[in-house]
């Protein structure tokens, strides 16, 4: 058994050795989301091999958390595994200060940076240098079921209220007949319920530390948005919403069970799709809510293709992330699988072109991206960056945490305030442990 | 009869297997020791001694003690829960029976689904409170549907890992009884003894062997279950169903942390051996150890 193993690694590696001779191209290892818009680069990516002979692409595909544990150690021991990542707007401003990317100049001339969405740029920008590409930007926004709002008598504005989402939620709420007004993210984690509820608190004027890094969880503010949040969520949410996670709601509304859902603007050619969504011709769109306060509620996320900076092919790697985020990429989408396909969010033109115009939540996902702002991301002044996170490396473990006491309030096993008061003891303990105020 | 010649042969053969084993054993665990003593994060460059920080803050946490308990309450739960039902069942499939072969391998499945597969399919088709089967009954009952994993996500989990170890627990017990004399049942039967009392007289000190090793075995695996917890309740809500490893995968996986991730590993270790060393003594009499 052993010997024969061996015999057939060694015979592999003659293989990949007399294959390494045969062609003196390069090869680029990339890591990324099993996403629809990435599986789609992937297939698309012969294309860009097509025109540049000379480099080979390795493709490692994997579940989102999966990626980021991978990466994250991968470049953090200098591993030197992948020649091109993909990583969020939350990892580029940390990666760039530690000087493990590599900075994004020289790329072609037809590239047009300025042309990508300012709120975008900036988050993967450090002292206005570019470090990551964008391949697609998302916000959040409501979406919602115009025939249920047309029973409760009601009509959603463009630009809702909290107050105006509450109302509606509870009128439109039937749950004998298993509607429910409302489908909101339980789940704990700092990129499932964290993210909405962090994004929500900035529409409260509540926010994660003041300017000396101390932690806010003891202010009204947040004491007002959670307690809006499980208020609303007991009244006119689903069963189980603490294990409700993106994917979970979305099926939700895809069956019809929801009134509204307030998440990301990518799942809006989910629900529109008739193939998937059994309401698909009954969604209507609007902006994520807002206080009165100046901020709405929405996030700001992009995923982008960073290169790390020990690599030894730049210039093939620069080339391929060029390829794959230029408005050339954008027109191949678009004539291989038509408009609603495009990987939305990073362009100005593509907003701008005619075609696009009609797909229908394309004016409201731009609108959204534009009403998040990542360096003022609330009412008050804050220390970070970021809208629905805080652009520290400790965030991931200590939002995570916080999550969970959410999730338990929001499931009834504790109260709010006392879910508040753990948020407060864990923040303030993790952030001691880490150095902070820095 | 071996001279002690040969005795040395043979102990300098085995040595070669013996010494990898041990060193198996060993590296990982200096490392992680050494690791334990050291302030390394992942995503803040340089490392420096810690002392014994890293366990300080680890058995502080507030979740460490909720951790514990829950990882007690799983191993004990679901070890009273499959090794009764375990006899149950094993004395179910030993009666002859038509279709015995295509019974006892549906009795066996459950073990070879692998443990997040069982995890989602739990979660999404039974447990879920709109449209898992659980919900459909309560609701055609005219009784509302529990939440299961929001409001009782230990026990949820408890049910789950059950599900799975059961066929494991019936398969060895099962083996068991199949082994016993029928004449002393036979003999039991004819001197008047009524079929409870052959059940607790005879069977059950016959099956209280292999009762000990599907204890022994399933606490081994059962003080480390991890996976069901992360596709169901993601440790949550709160850290209701948090248990040691889990904590440790916190730890180190999500916040990159791998001194204060090291420190938790090794108070599991400890704990682990703790808990092995207390069943040794109360079930190991049981074997020739």
Same mark, same amino acid.
């Given at each position: 058994?052993?010997?024969?193993?061996?015999?057939?690694?060694?015979?592999?590696?003659?293989?990949?050795?007399?294959?390494s001779?045969?062609?003196?191209?390069?090869?680029?290892?990339?890591?990324?989301?099993?996403?629809?818009?990435?599986?789609?680069?992937?297939?698309?990516?012969?294309?860009?091999?097509?025109?540049?002979?000379?480099?080979?692409?390795?493709?490692?595909?994997?579940?989102?958390?999966?990626?980021?544990?991978?990466?994250?150690?991968?470049?953090?021991?200098?591993?030197?595994?992948?020649?091109?990542?993909?990583?969020?707007?939350?990892?580029?401003?940390?990666?760039?200060k530690?000087?493990?990317?590599?900075?994004?100049?020289?790329?072609?001339?037809?590239?047009?940076?300025?042309?990508?969405?300012?709120?975008?740029?900036?988050?993967?920008?450090?002292?206005?240098?570019?470090?990551?590409?964008?391949?697609?930007?998302?916000?959040?926004?409501?979406?919602?079921?115009?025939?249920?709002?047309?029973?409760?008598?009601?009509?959603?504005?463009?630009d809702?209220?909290?107050?105006?989402i509450?109302?509606?939620?509870?009128?439109?709420?039937?749950?004998?007949?298993?509607?429910?007004?409302?489908?909101?993210?339980?789940?704990?984690?700092?990129?499932?319920?964290?993210?909405?509820?962090?994004?929500?608190?900035?529409?409260?004027?509540?926010?994660?530390?003041?300017?000396?890094?101390?932690?806010?969880?003891?202010?009204?503010?947040? %004491? !007002?948005?959670? /307690?809006?949040? =499980? *208020?609303?969520?007991?009244?006119? &949410?689903?069963?189980?919403?603490?294990?409700?996670? +993106?994917?979970?709601?979305?099926?939700?509304?895809?069956?019809?069970?929801?009134?509204?859902?307030?998440?990301?603007?990518?799942?809006?050619?989910?629900?529109?799709?008739?193939?998937?969504?059994?309401?698909?011709?009954?969604?209507?769109?609007?902006?994520?809510?807002?206080?009165?306060?100046?901020?709405?509620?929405?996030?700001?996320?992009a995923?982008?293709?960073?290169?790390?900076?020990?690599?030894?092919k730049?210039?093939?790697?620069?080339?391929?992330?060029?390829?794959?985020?230029?408005?050339?990429?954008?027109?191949?989408?678009?004539?291989?699988?038509?408009?609603?396909?495009?990987?939305?969010?990073?362009?100005?033109?593509?907003?701008?072109?005619?075609?696009?115009?009609?797909?229908?939540?394309?004016?409201?996902?731009?609108?959204?991206?534009?009403? %998040? !702002?990542?360096? /003022?991301?609330? =009412? *008050?002044?804050?220390?970070?960056? &970021?809208?629905?996170?805080?652009?520290?490396?400790? +965030?991931?473990?200590?939002?995570?945490?916080?999550?969970?006491?959410?999730?338990?309030?929001?499931?009834?096993?504790?109260?709010?305030?006392?879910?508040?008061?753990?948020?407060?003891?864990?923040?303030?303990?993790?952030?001691?442990?880490?150095?902070?105020?820095? | 009869?071996?001279?002690?010649?040969?005795?040395?042969?043979?102990?300098?053969?085995?040595?070669?297997?013996?010494i990898?084993?041990?060193?198996?054993?060993?590296v990982?665990?200096?490392?992680?020791?050494?690791?334990?003593?050291?302030?390394?994060?992942?995503?803040?460059?340089?490392?420096?001694?810690?002392?014994?920080?890293?366990?300080?803050?680890?058995?502080?946490?507030?979740?460490?003690?909720?951790?514990?308990?829950?990882?007690?309450?799983?191993?004990?739960?679901?070890?009273?829960?499959?090794?009764?039902?375990?006899?149950?069942?094993?004395?179910l499939?030993?009666?002859?029976?038509?279709?015995?072969g295509?019974v006892?391998?549906?009795?066996?499945?459950?073990?070879?689904?692998?443990?997040?597969?069982?995890?989602?399919?739990?979660?999404?088709?039974?447990?879920?409170?709109?449209?898992?089967?659980?919900?459909?009954?309560?609701?055609?009952?005219?009784?509302?549907?529990?939440?299961?994993?929001?409001?009782?996500?230990?026990?949820?989990?408890?049910?789950i890992?059950?599900?799975?170890?059961?066929?494991?627990?019936?398969?060895?017990?099962?083996?068991?009884?199949?082994?016993l004399?029928?004449?002393q049942i036979?003999?039991?039967?004819?001197?008047?003894?009524?079929?409870?009392?052959?059940?607790?007289?005879?069977?059950?000190?016959?099956?209280a062997?292999?009762?000990?090793?599907?204890?022994?075995?399933?606490?081994?695996?059962?003080?480390?279950?991890?996976?069901?917890?992360?596709?169901?309740?993601?440790?949550?809500?709160?850290?209701?169903s948090?248990?040691?490893?889990?904590?440790?995968?916190?730890?180190?996986?999500?916040?990159?942390?791998?001194?204060?991730?090291?420190?938790?590993?090794?108070?599991?270790?400890?704990?682990?051996?703790?808990?092995?060393?207390?069943?040794?003594?109360?079930?190991?009499?049981?074997?020739?150890?």
């Amino acid at each position: 058994m052993r010997m024969q193993k061996n015999v057939i690694a060694l015979t592999v590696a003659a293989m990949a050795a007399s294959v390494s001779l045969a062609a003196s191209a390069e090869t680029l290892t990339i890591a990324t989301v099993n996403n629809g818009d990435m599986v789609r680069m992937q297939k698309l990516s012969g294309e860009f091999t097509k025109a540049n002979p000379d480099i080979d692409l390795e493709w490692v595909t994997l579940e989102e958390n999966a990626l980021r544990q991978k990466v994250t150690t991968d470049i953090a021991t200098k591993g030197g595994q992948f020649d091109i990542m993909t990583i969020g707007t939350y990892e580029v401003p940390i990666w760039a200060k530690q000087g493990w990317l590599l900075e994004l100049d020289g790329l072609p001339d037809d590239y047009d940076t300025d042309d990508i969405l300012p709120g975008i740029r900036g988050g993967l920008s450090m002292d206005d240098k570019l470090f990551a590409a964008p391949f697609y930007g998302e916000s959040s926004m409501v979406m919602y079921r115009k025939d249920l709002m047309e029973k409760a008598g009601m009509e959603m504005p463009e630009d809702p209220t909290w107050e105006f989402i509450g109302k509606a939620a509870r009128a439109m709420t039937d749950k004998d007949a298993g509607t429910y007004g409302v489908c909101l993210r339980g789940k704990a984690g700092w990129g499932e319920n964290m993210a909405f509820l962090t994004a929500t608190a900035n529409s409260f004027g509540a926010r994660w530390f003041d300017m000396d890094w101390k932690a806010q969880f003891d202010t009204q503010q947040w %004491a !007002d948005t959670l /307690n809006f949040y =499980v *208020d609303l969520m007991n009244d006119a &949410g689903p069963p189980g919403a603490s294990s409700n996670g +993106f994917n979970e709601n979305l099926t939700l509304f895809q069956n019809g069970q929801c009134g509204m859902w307030i998440d990301a603007t990518v799942a809006a050619s989910f629900v529109t799709n008739p193939d998937d969504s059994k309401v698909a011709d009954q969604v209507g769109f609007a902006l994520a809510p807002d206080n009165g306060l100046g901020k709405r509620g929405n996030w700001l996320w992009a995923w982008s293709l960073a290169i790390p900076a020990g690599t030894e092919k730049a210039e093939s790697a620069k080339k391929f992330v060029a390829w794959a985020t230029s408005k050339q990429y954008l027109e191949l989408v678009a004539s291989n699988e038509g408009w609603a396909n495009v990987p939305p969010g990073t362009r100005k033109s593509l907003y701008e072109n005619p075609e696009y115009q009609k797909v229908p939540f394309a004016a409201m996902t731009l609108k959204s991206i534009e009403a %998040a !702002d990542p360096t /003022n991301p609330t =009412v *008050d002044e804050v220390p970070y960056v &970021g809208v629905q996170f805080v652009a520290i490396p400790e +965030f991931q473990g200590i939002a995570t945490s916080v999550g969970q006491q959410f999730a338990a309030a929001l499931a009834g096993q504790v109260s709010v305030e006392d879910a508040l008061k753990s948020a407060q003891a864990l923040t303030t303990r993790a952030m001691s442990k880490a150095g902070y105020p820095k | 009869m071996s001279t002690t010649h040969s005795r040395t042969a043979g102990k300098a053969m085995l040595s070669p297997a013996v010494i990898l084993l041990f060193l198996w054993m060993i590296v990982p665990l200096a490392m992680t020791l050494y690791f334990s003593f050291l302030h390394y994060n992942l995503l803040t460059p340089g490392t420096s001694f810690a002392g014994i920080a890293n366990y300080q803050y680890f058995l502080t946490d507030p979740a460490f003690f909720e951790a514990l308990g829950n990882t007690l309450a799983i191993v004990g739960g679901v070890l009273i829960i499959t090794v009764v039902g375990g006899t149950l069942l094993a004395l179910l499939l030993d009666q002859p029976m038509f279709g015995q072969g295509i019974v006892r391998l549906l009795f066996i499945a459950p073990f070879f689904v692998m443990p997040t597969v069982t995890a989602l399919v739990w979660k999404n088709m039974f447990m879920n409170p709109t449209n898992g089967l659980f919900a459909w009954l309560a609701n055609t009952l005219g009784a509302t549907p529990i939440d299961f994993l929001g409001h009782h996500p230990l026990a949820s989990i408890i049910m789950i890992v059950s599900w799975q170890w059961l066929p494991f627990a019936t398969l060895i017990l099962l083996t068991a009884m199949q082994s016993l004399d029928s004449e002393q049942i036979e003999a039991a039967e004819m001197d008047g003894a009524s079929a409870v009392s052959r059940f607790f007289h005879i069977i059950v000190p016959h099956l209280a062997r292999a009762g000990t090793v599907v204890i022994l075995i399933q606490t081994i695996f059962l003080l480390s279950i991890f996976a069901e917890i992360l596709v169901t309740t993601n440790g949550g809500p709160g850290y209701a169903s948090t248990n040691i490893p889990y904590l440790v995968y916190m730890q180190s996986l999500l916040q990159f942390d791998v001194g204060g991730g090291s420190a938790g590993g090794i108070v599991a270790v400890v704990l682990a051996n703790i808990v092995a060393i207390f069943l040794m003594r109360m079930v190991g009499k049981n074997l020739d150890l």
